[in-house]
T-cell receptor
Framework: EPEVTQTPSHQVTQMGQEVILRCVPISNHLYFYWYRQILGQKVEFLVSFYNNEISEKSEIFDDQFSVERPDGSNFTLKIRSTKLEDSAMYFC???????????FGPGTRLTVL | SQQGEEDPQALSIQEGENATMNCSYKTSINNLQWYRQNSGRGLVHLILIRSNEREKHSGRLRVTLDTSKKSSSLLITASRAADTASYFCATDPDDYKLSFGAGTTVTVRA
């Protein structure tokens, strides 16, 4: 069964550094998402991406965040200058259509020191 | 705005018993999805129920949806130790995102 994959599984970085989190969505899916989950808290929506552009973003998704689909398979989340409060599990998800389920990857645990 | 909110926050049951958890939401939805998360791991999709459906089954899972009360329930029958996890409901108030609740932590005792 096709799965969403994410790399790396764990990323440790210093405050102020840039990180890129990578995702490979399911190949025939059209909608792509990033969510995050701070330890012990709810899963929060960050951004959705459709037709090569952002369709919606949350208040969390400020100027330090960006997303890109550089080729036909990868979907990346870049955090330009990481802060301590960016430490969280970041989940990528994809969806075939608006009526189907959102399928999540295993997550990238980001630790900012 | 906050959407899915699960109840109870935590549930402890004996293996073989049924576990029921509830989800309430505030605005109209297209569908509602339930996910499982084992400690520190990814979100596993369990079941999607559309706004025009009232009940759905998948193996030992039964989900109901009452749009008039803006609520849903997830029933796990004949629970097993492997069902120990957090369970989340997620609603889609629009086509572009899911809104998650805080989850119900289920512990199944052997």
């Amino acid at each position: 069964e096709p799965e969403v994959t994410q790399t790396p599984s764990h990323q440790v970085t210093q405050m102020g550094q840039e990180v890129i989190l990578r995702c490979v969505p399911i190949s025939n899916h059209l909608y792509f998402y990033w969510y995050r989950q701070i330890l012990g808290q709810k899963v929060e929506f960050l951004v959705s991406f459709y037709n090569n552009e952002i369709s919606e973003k949350s208040e969390i998704f400020d100027d330090q965040f960006s997303v890109e689909r550089p080729d036909g398979s990868n979907f990346t989340l870049k955090i330009r200058s990481t802060k301590l409060e960016d430490s969280a599990m970041y989940f990528c998800a994809s969806r075939a259509g608006t009526s189907g389920p959102s399928l999540f990857g295993p997550g990238t645990r980001l630790t900012v020191l | 705005s906050q959407q899915g909110e699960e109840d109870p926050q935590a549930l402890s049951i004996q293996e073989g018993e049924n576990a029921t958890m509830n989800c309430s939401y505030k605005t109209s939805i297209n569908n509602l999805q339930w996910y499982r998360q084992n400690s520190g791991r990814g979100l596993v999709h369990l079941i999607l129920i559309r706004s025009n459906e009232r009940e759905k089954h998948s193996g030992r899972l039964r989900v109901t949806l009452d749009t008039s009360k803006k609520s849903s329930s997830l029933l796990i029958t004949a629970s097993r130790a492997a069902d120990t996890a957090s369970y989340f409901c997620a609603t889609d108030p629009d086509d572009y995102k899911l809104s998650f609740g805080a989850g119900t932590t289920v512990t199944v005792r052997a």
